[in-house]
């Protein structure tokens, strides 16, 4: 899967998010349930605030010191016998992995969760080069068997589908003849699985975090998935982002119970495995061959500008669980699979405006988002320095939106021209205006007037009123309580 | 304690009653109220939009407007914020920054004043019924004022209180986003209007007249017989 899903257009997108209403419940149900746990879960912790901060200084000392500290990692996982490999590309990091699983004549290959590997399109890949590719994590796994259906969350990839729907898919695809019951359908995932973790010959991981002082490498998992992808292939290969760094395990400690809480709502998660480098000799498993390709993909095109906070990001989604705006319309809606206010920012920065010029508006700016996130991105602010550089430098805002912003510019500034449009605007609207709202307006009120009222505006203004009142002839007004609407 | 009032456009042309309850209200707890006429837009719906430089004119006009103020009140949180943004608009300009910077320390919600300045908690309100309350997002987010309208409300006489369901969730306004993504706006403000009825209040009430724009603009297409009132309505009532 490139990080890119399907062609359609946006609203086409969108449309069809909020028509699935299943969906909707199921993200609606996910972001209340996961929310109020993250609010219990940050609770405990008692001093919250004091952690964020703790988290962005962290992240930001790392993006400050990225060079010296990726070094540092990668002299350490060398020492203990791995291979790195640095991919500016996408391409260059598929190269690399399809040589590596081809040298070892590998057949198939299982995955623990990626988001990376899912943005550089490895799957496909290795696929074409002839190898079987088994995604582990079970959401992915019901992805995956469901003819590649895109993830829509980056924690719960299979959010927009329910268990009946699984128990579908299962039949469909793997002859499943048993209940909906999710208990049973995991069971059946993973006696399926079981066999794929014992035949495979490569092991590919995600990486949550990479510990620069030691070259180890923590996966953070509810499944236990990526201890088997880790320990029985005899080849490892780990795919991280290049910011997913961090000095020592002290930071780790800090960054990843920050983690579990804000994705999950839970103190701990039921696994965090951390590998470092290929079996040694007293080891019992692991790999005896072990490769990490870190991806740089557009990232360092990022560092240094004023979207650099953004690679702060540890992937929790909470900022995608709070999202008023994910919650109706879905994850596919984004057309990435980075979807929600995170997606909304990073998507245009990795993969152009061209596809993803919309996503920056898709937003209110109410900042759910930036309150909720552990490491203190300013998702919403973000958001609004994307449009500014949509309108400023990309020229990709429609021509009728700059005329009407340069009028307001004018009107706006000058009290004169403001008063003027401001007095005549109850005759302009009188066409559209009946029982003191306008119900179908023109222009831009138009959208407005298709699913709300508008108010007329007022006979007389609020400033006239004022200069009455203060040469003495003010009007009173009637009592609020007893006061008709006015909205 | 002299007052100089921001009443934002949508107040000046759409909801003259609310700039005028905000009158009686702060002239009934002892304040003077001015009200430079030479105040425009502040510039937020062109910002937004991403039309930053279009919209710094309107800034600079507001800065002049309101330079001689000692305090500048606004009946709409997400306004008042945007005198808040100011100082981040203008960051490293050497003329415009202090002065943006002076704008933003005394700058006030409607609320967030007579709790935090006038020190009144009970404003000697009554009114009879069931309400509800939408906090608005630049409000309790961008401007950290939460607590000021619950005091305020909780004081109101006669006034039963309900909280509102997902009362975190933005109503779908957002400006132009209400315009420009209408069709997800539409689902957001339905959500919030589901949530009022569930309190079956018979009063609505928010610190934010473009929120209040959205809500009320729902419910009364929907012919629902809820009433939307701003909170300074609320609190001029006796
Ligand atoms: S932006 Fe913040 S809240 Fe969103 S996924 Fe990243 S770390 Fe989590």
Known sequence: ?487 | MKVTLFATCLVDMFQSDVGKATVELLERLGCEIDFPQTQVCCGQPAYNSGYVKESKDAMKKMIGTFEHAEYIVCPSGSCAYMFHEYQHVFKGDPIWEPKAKKLAAKTYELTQFIIEVLKVENVGACLEGKATYHTSCHMTRLLGVQKAPMTLLSKVKGLEFVELPGKEQCCGFGGTFSVKMAQISEQMVDEKVRHVEETDAEYVIGADAGCLMNIGGRINRQGKPIKVMHIAEILNSR
């Open chain 1, 1 to 487: 899967m490139p990080m890119k899903i399907g062609n359609e257009r946006f609203g086409e997108r969108v449309e069809k998010g909020i028509n699935n209403s299943f969906m909707r419940g199921a993200v609606a149900g996910a972001q209340d349930n996961i929310g109020a746990r993250r609010l219990n879960a940050i609770e405990e912790l008692g001093n919250w605030e004091e952690w964020r901060s703790h988290g962005e200084e962290i992240r930001q000392h790392v993006l400050e010191h990225l060079d010296y500290y990726l070094e540092q990692l990668s002299d350490n996982v060398a020492k203990r016998g791995g291979n790195v490999f640095f991919a500016e590309t996408a391409e260059e990091a598929n190269e690399y992995i399809k040589e590596v699983v081809q040298s070892k004549n590998a057949q198939k290959v299982v995955k623990s969760k990626s988001m990376v590997t899912e943005e550089i399109n490895l799957n496909a890949s290795l696929e074409e080069v002839g190898c079987q590719v088994i995604e582990t994590d079970l959401g992915e796994y019901i992805l995956q068997v469901d003819d590649h259906d895109p993830p829509s969350h980056i924690v719960a990839p299979a959010l927009h589908k329910n268990k009946e729907q699984v128990r579908d898919v299962f039949t469909k695809k793997l002859g499943y003849k048993k209940s909906a019951d999710p208990t049973e359908l995991a069971w059946h995932a993973r006696e399926m699985l079981r066999q794929d973790y014992l035949t495979a010959d490569v092991g590919i991981t995600g990486c949550n975090f990479a510990v620069a002082e030691t070259g180890s490498f923590a996966l953070v998992t509810n499944e236990g998935n990526a201890d088997l992808v880790t320990s029985l292939p005899k080849t490892q290969i780990t795919v991280m982002g290049m910011e997913r760094l961090v000095p020592t395990f002290e930071e780790l400690e800090v960054l990843v119970s920050m983690l579990t809480r804000s994705a999950v709502g839970q103190k701990l998660p039921s696994y965090v495995t951390v590998l470092t480098g290929p079996r040694e000799e007293l080891d019992v498993d692991g790999p005896e061959d072990f490769h990490l390709v870190i991806v740089d993909n557009g990232r360092s095109k990022i560092l240094g500008t004023e979207f650099q906070s953004v690679l702060q990001c540890i992937r929790c989604a909470a900022c995608v669980n709070a999202c008023p705006v994910y919650r109706h319309v879905g994850g596919h809606s984004y057309g990435s699979i980075y979807s929600g206010p995170i997606g909304a920012v990073l998507s245009p920065l990795l993969g152009g405006y061209e596809d993803y010029k919309e996503l920056p508006y898709a937003s209110t700016l109410c900042g759910a988002c930036s309150e909720v996130c552990p490491v203190k991105i300013p998702l919403h602010e973000l958001l609004h320095k994307h449009r500014q550089v949509i309108v400023e430098k990309e020229g990709k805002a429609p021509v009728s939106e700059k005329l009407l912003m340069k009028a307001f510019g004018l009107g706006a500034a000058s009290p004169t021209l403001y008063k003027w449009g401001s007095k005549i605007a109850p005759t302009a609207m009188n066409p559209f205006t009946s029982e003191d709202k306008i119900t179908k307006g023109p222009g831009p009120l138009k959208a407005w007037t298709e699913v709300r009222d508008f108010p007329a505006p007022n006979k007389e203004r609020f400033r006239d009123w004022f200069k009455n009142r203060e040469k003495g002839g003010g009007t009173s007004w009637p009592e609020p309580s007893k006061t008709e609407k006015h909205f």
